[in-house]
Every structure is written in C-alpha cells, then in structure tokens.
C-alpha cells in the first residue's frame, strides 16, 4: 500500500519529534513576546539600587502628557545607560526613550544644541530641560522642573546666628541647601532686618535655628508675610529666640522650653546619643504619609505642639519621640551621667513638630483696588463668590534645626523627610515621595588577626589541602 510508511515506527517517532520541537518553539516564541511586553524583574539588593524610587514611580504614575527622554552619547555607550533608563519606560506607557549618536545624526544634535557625549535632554510637549547625568535623581528632577514649569525660591533667613548654609563642617547647613537645590529649588540668604518686607520671588522661607532673639520689627514683618498667605518651614531649637514663640502662640502652635532625652535602645544602635530622640511613628498628614516605620533623628530638640485654639487656624501634629524620652528644663551631667529631676521633667512620648495651615480671604478685585462687581455680567452673587478666592498660608514648626545639619541629615529618613515638609509648603503635594537612595557603602572591617587567620586559610591552607588530595589520589592510582 502507497500510504503503509504512515504507519512505520520511523513515522511516527518523527511527527511525535516535530510537534514537541514545534511545542518548544512556540513556548520560546511566547515567553519573549511576553518578556518583552512585561519586563519584570527583581531587586534584591538591600537600597533597592536596580529599582526606581518612590518618588519617581509617583510623578510617572501621574503624567497627564506623554514625556520622551532624549540620550545622546556613542552607539557603544548605550547599553550602559539603557540599563537605568528602560526602568523609566518600563514604568509608564507615556514614556518614550530615544538614544541618538550625534555623530551619526548631527543634524538632530545641533538642532537640540548637544555639545558633549553623554548629554541626557527630558521633553515634555514644547517644554525641554537638560539633565545633569543619567542618574535616576538628576533625572526625576528634571521630569519636575519640566512638568511645574514655574521657579520655586527657598528663601534661608539669616543674622540671628542661624545655621550657614556655606558652612560645610559638621554644624553647617550646607547638605541641606544642596539637597534643597537638587530638589529644584533656587536658594538664597534673606535678612528681615536689613529689608522690611520678604522678597516677592520668595516661594517659602526657611528659619534654621536662630541663636539670638528676633527684634519687633522682624516679628511683624515674618507675621505679615504668612498672615498674607506666605509659607514658611521654622527649625526652633531649646532656647531660641523666645519672640518666636509668642508669635506661634497667635497662631495655635505652642513650643515648649526643655530639651528632650531619649534612652531607647533604637536611637543607639544608630550611633545617636539620648539628646538625639527618635523618631518612627507618625501623624497622618500628607509630609509623613510615605514616611512609614522610617527611623528620622532630632539632635538637642524640644516640644513643639497644638496649643490653645485660634480663629481661623488649623495646627496637626506630625510625629512624636518614643515612651522611653523625656523632656526636662535643665541638662545635668555629674561624672558622664545624666542627674534627673521629675518635679522638672514632662515624660514622653512628646510631640516634635506641628503643621499648620490658615484661610487668607482674597477680596476681589485687582491689585489696583478695581471693583469687579461694576463689570457687566457680574451683579449676581454666585459671579461675586468666583471673583474672589482663597489663599492658604502654611506654616511647620519643628523643635530641632539640627536634624538637618550636615551631621543628621543623612541619618535614617531625615532628608526625606525635610524636603517632604517643603512640597508640602510649596502645595507640591504630589512631591512628597522617598526619593532615590545613593548606594550604600558597607566597608568590611576586620582585625590584624582576623586578617593572618584568611591569609593562612585561603593563601596556604586550600591550597595544601587540594595538593595533599591530588598526591593520595595519585598514589592509589599508582
């Protein structure tokens, strides 16, 4: 029969052997297509190094508008950036990336004016900003200043012996006015003595702990700024400036004049002493609601809280120190050991700090002092209502300038931390994220004789062991 060699053994292992081959083929062809599609992978490193942070999984979650991210550089240099920037891709389907070799597209190199190798451009719509390098934080920064637009001024009060922000040593301010600035801020010094009104490109103003007290002149020219709707960030320290106090107290914030002690066990195995309380629990509030069990430090700090009510002013608090702190009026130390004193002490937990927010009513009209109920069309209450608005003046009190000194600022989440506090102060609520974690450096400390120990260990012992095998395995043979 013509049709018998269907039938043969030889027939039959060769169909069973092309579909199985077809059956690999095409899971193969699958998992690409799906790996291609959803390109999973897992970070198992400790910082998260290989995974995009918080703060940028939140702005690209909210783009509203297609974003591309342009790379110029060689065409052997790309499989070097594509690594960190296909995260940003893999994260949103607004995201384009483009890598382009200037020296073979010059035409598009000089349009969008590329000087140097490695040049990183973010475009969104008719708006493009340069980023510094292919970091994740330089470039989430960018992808900021390209989607607010408008420049922010954090302005830094000095002439009370407030922290320096040129001041890089160890009480210096200089980490946070570079993370300030890395957070796409602008900085500059203002003194209230040497001008009577805060400046009108001022978006916030930060006090970092004064050491002398703040004359009457200032006082009104710093309430007349907020009660107009201004927003300012206040580090008080114990025993600052006592004007400052009196003036929160008009706006339902009372501070308390003690010094904090805080024994927990937590605080120390960071390497802080007990004047530096700890922190890992929080308010609900919108600068610490991504904050979690984060552990933030507060060297020499005081209380800061809710006082009697005002009209007008709504104060929350935002965290507290453990039930092992304490606050006391007096620090005494007798042979390296702290002297207590309960008829001067306040147990904790003690709040840190408080945000506080007031209604400013805008009238209506122009700044000229032009009546809008003259025009036509706007008689009607309803068009009266429109014609007006309200401004919001925020205010947060935190009773330690030295948890963003240069020597506390990168203790557990104090930087998040601080810059959360400005998002919220500059209604950048969207902002307020964890933001991208530099590696993290673990040196391998050991001893001289830990040292001689993997020297005879690795240098000479394996070494002599496997000769010592080879040689019992050669004679056996033998």
Request: aromatic content about 8%.
């Amino acid at each position: 029969m013509p049709w018998d060699w269907i039938k043969t053994r030889q027939t039959k292992y060769g169909a069973y052997s092309a579909v199985y081959i077809l059956v690999a083929l095409a899971i193969i062809v699958a998992g690409n297509f799906l790996a291609n599609r959803y390109n999973k992978t897992f970070d198992a490193t400790k910082n998260k190094l290989y995974s995009l942070s918080d703060q940028t999984e939140k702005i690209l979650d909210n783009l509203e508008s297609d974003l591309t991210i342009y790379y110029f550089d060689r065409n052997s240099e790309f499989g070097a950036a594509r690594n960190s920037l296909a995260r940003y891709s893999n994260a949103s389907s607004r995201v384009k990336i483009e890598y382009i070799d200037p020296d073979s597209k010059p035409e598009i190199a000089k349009a969008m004016n590329i000087r140097t190798y490695g040049t990183v451009l973010v475009e969104v719509g008719a708006n493009r900003e340069e980023a510094s390098s292919a970091d994740e934080e330089q470039i989430t920064n960018t992808i900021i200043k390209v989607l607010k637009g408008e420049e922010r001024t954090a302005c830094i009060l000095s002439g009370h012996g407030e922290a320096d922000v040129s001041d890089s040593e160890r009480d210096g301010f200089s980490g946070a006015r570079q993370a300030i600035e890395d957070a796409n801020y602008k900085t500059k010094s203002v003194s209230l003595l040497e001008s009577p009104e805060v400046p009108s490109d001022c978006t916030l103003l930060i006090l970092p702990g004064p050491e002398t007290g703040y004359l009457p002149p200032e006082i009104d020219t710093f309430k007349r700024y907020v009660d107009g709707g201004g927003r300012a960030l206040l580090l008080l320290d114990p025993d600052a400036s006592p004007e400052l106090g009196e003036m929160l107290a008009g706006w339902g914030v009372r501070v308390h004049n003690e010094t904090i002690i805080d024994f927990s066990p937590v605080g120390q195995f960071f390497r802080m002493g007990p004047l530096s309380p700890l922190v890992t629990g929080y308010e609900t509030h919108s600068i610490t609601e991504v904050m979690g069990s984060t552990a933030t430090f507060f060297p020499m700090a005081r209380g800061v809280d809710a006082g009697d009510a005002v009209a007008d002013w709504d104060v929350q608090e935002l965290f507290k120190t453990t039930e092992s702190s304490f606050g006391t009026k007096e620090v005494k130390i007798e042979e390296g050991e702290l002297v207590r004193d309960p008829s001067r002490e306040r147990e904790g937990p003690i709040t840190l700090a408080v945000a506080a927010t007031h209604k400013v009513a805008t009238p209506a009209g122009d700044a000229a002092g032009n009546d809008p109920s003259a025009e036509a069309g706007s008689d009607s209450k309803d068009d009266e209502a429109k014609d007006s608005e309200a401004k919001e003046a925020r205010v947060v009190v935190v009773g330690s300038s030295r948890f963003a000194r240069n020597y506390a600022l990168g203790r557990g989440g104090n930087v998040d931390l601080m810059l959360n506090m400005l998002s919220w102060l500059s209604s950048d609520e969207d902002l307020i994220s964890i933001r991208p974690k530099d590696p993290e450096n673990t040196p391998l400390n050991i001893s001289q004789a830990q040292m001689m120990q993997l020297f005879w260990l690795n240098v000479i012992g394996l070494p002599f062991v496997i000769v010592l095998f080879g040689v019992r395995v050669w004679w056996k043979r033998r």
